[in-house]
């Protein structure tokens, strides 16, 4: 603990009082009755001004000695959990393709009684075109084929109706009369099948091609 200049003034003006005031407690030459005081006392008052100045020096002047402060502890940063990526547990599985309940495959044209692609104008043959049932259900009488374009002339049969029914995986055949044309070159004729109500069955499209010659029938 420090004190300060004045303090310790004070220190030595109540040592100094003491010392005067011990040594005249003796026995004095002159007559002239001095009162006494008790030396005791006086030390005793002058040690609890000390002591209270002391007490009031330490309040205005306090220790520069720091407390000590608590060392906050670290937090710990929270670790986040390791995700493991989950698996399905079902195995997607394929739509199933649903097959359209009327549809058709084209399967073949050809000529009868002889598979010919040449013939001479005016020449007489039948043409046949094949289709498949491909549907779900089954086809009723009326089925009809028709004659939709054609490049060169048209000499076959325009339209045919089915005069049978036909099941799912079965296939049909229209048989068509047709002849040789009188123009020379190439003819190609497109067919379409339709429904009874007259709508258009989905894959019921085929074509049948063939050349006119010059010649004479064999």
């Given at each position: 603990m420090r004190f300060s200049r004045s303090f310790t003034g004070k220190i030595f003006v109540i040592l100094a009082l003491t010392s005067i005031l011990l040594p005249g407690c003796g026995p004095s030459a002159t007559a002239v009755p001095?009162?006494?005081?008790?030396?005791?006392?006086?030390?005793?008052?002058?040690?609890?001004?000390?002591?209270?100045?002391?007490?009031?020096?330490?309040?205005?002047?306090?220790?520069?000695?720091?407390?000590?402060?608590?060392?906050?502890?670290?937090?710990?940063?929270?670790?986040?959990?390791?995700?493991?990526?989950?698996?399905?547990?079902?195995?997607?599985?394929?739509?199933?393709?649903?097959a359209p309940a009327i549809s058709a495959k084209?399967?073949?044209?050809?000529?009868?009684?002889?598979?010919?692609?040449?013939y001479i104008p005016n020449k007489k043959f039948g043409l046949a075109m094949r289709f498949m049932n491909t549907g779900t259900i089954a086809w009723a009488p009326g089925y009809r084929l028709k004659l939709v374009g054609f490049e060169g002339e048209v000499t076959v049969q325009p339209e045919l109706e089915l005069g049978v029914g036909v099941e799912p995986g079965k296939a049909a055949e229209?048989?068509?009369?047709?002849?040789?044309?009188?123009?020379?070159?190439?003819?190609?004729?497109?067919?379409?099948?339709?429904?009874?109500?007259?709508?258009?069955?989905?894959?019921?499209?085929?074509?049948?091609?063939?050349?006119?010659?010059?010649?004479?029938?064999?």
């Open positions: 001095v009162p006494t005081q008790d030396p005791a006392a006086l030390v005793a008052a002058a040690v609890g001004t000390l002591r209270a100045e002391m007490t009031a020096e330490a309040l205005r002047n306090p220790s520069a000695t720091p407390i000590p402060s608590a060392t906050p502890i670290p937090s710990k940063t929270p670790v986040p959990p390791t995700q493991t990526p989950s698996v399905p547990s079902e195995t997607p599985t394929s739509t199933a393709t649903t084209f399967l073949s044209a050809g000529t009868f009684p002889e598979n010919k692609r040449e229209f048989d068509l009369w047709a002849f040789g044309a009188e123009m020379m070159g190439m003819h190609v004729w497109y067919f379409q099948l339709y429904t009874p109500e007259g709508h258009p069955v989905p894959g019921g499209y085929g074509s049948f091609s063939y050349t006119a010659v010059t010649g004479h029938d064999d």
